[in-house]
């Protein structure tokens, strides 16, 4: 019995020698594979974080946007500008005494003649990271067949982050066209 136990222990030990462990060139090469899937994940969270920055931008951009859409809107509704009292404005000669004019003197706070572009003062806003944006508004009378009688009003804006007065690359570019209640109810 003894020889047996000895035969047996020295299979073992045998077995055990043969599946030693690995080699110096599969650990160095296991490091390095790790080492790379660690690297790429980490560049991809990397760009995922920009890109998920960028978008935040962009929406905190559109929601300035829409607010001060909805504050011009307010100034073209029928209790604002009343049909009655401009009713000339219907069907005019010219850009001049249309009632996009009127909607771009009142956002002006002038007379502002013929149909050029006319820049409105920038307004600035600071995004909840404390980043600082410029909102640059130009109002266009579009030079469209539809707009023959100077009822539409273009709103063009750009928001771009301002970095103590130089302009960065502009993140939202945005246009619209707004009429007056009153254009509407014109015959």
């Known amino acids: 019995m003894f020889l047996h136990y000895r035969f047996k222990r020295r299979f073992i030990d045998r077995s055990q020698a043969q599946a030693g462990g690995f080699t110096l060139s599969e650990v160095i090469v296991a490091i390095l594979l790790t080492t790379t899937f660690v690297a790429v994940a980490m560049q991809g969270m990397v760009i995922a974080m920009l890109l998920k920055s960028k978008s935040l931008q962009i929406a905190e951009a559109n929601q300035w946007v829409q ?3 909805e504050h011009i809107r307010s100034q073209i509704t029928l209790s604002q500008i009343p049909l009655n009292i401009n009713q000339a404005r219907c069907h005019p000669l010219s850009s001049d ?15 502002i003649t013929g149909s050029a572009n006319y820049n409105l003062a920038a307004l600035v806003e600071i995004s909840r990271t404390g980043k600082t944006f410029q909102i640059a508004r130009t109002v266009i009378i579009p ?6 009688e100077a009822k539409i ?10 970095n103590g007065g130089d302009l960065e690359q502009p993140i939202l570019h945005f246009y619209t066209e707004v ?6 109810q014109c015959q």
């Open 153 to 162: 009003l273009g709103i063009q804006y750009t928001v771009a982050p301002s």
């Open 179 to 184: 009429m007056p209640d009153a254009a509407l």
């Open 97 to 111: 005494v249309g009632f996009a004019d009127l909607v771009r003197d009142n956002l002006a706070g002038s007379n």
């Open 67 to 69: 607010a001060d859409l």
């Open 143 to 148: 030079p469209t067949p539809e707009n023959t």
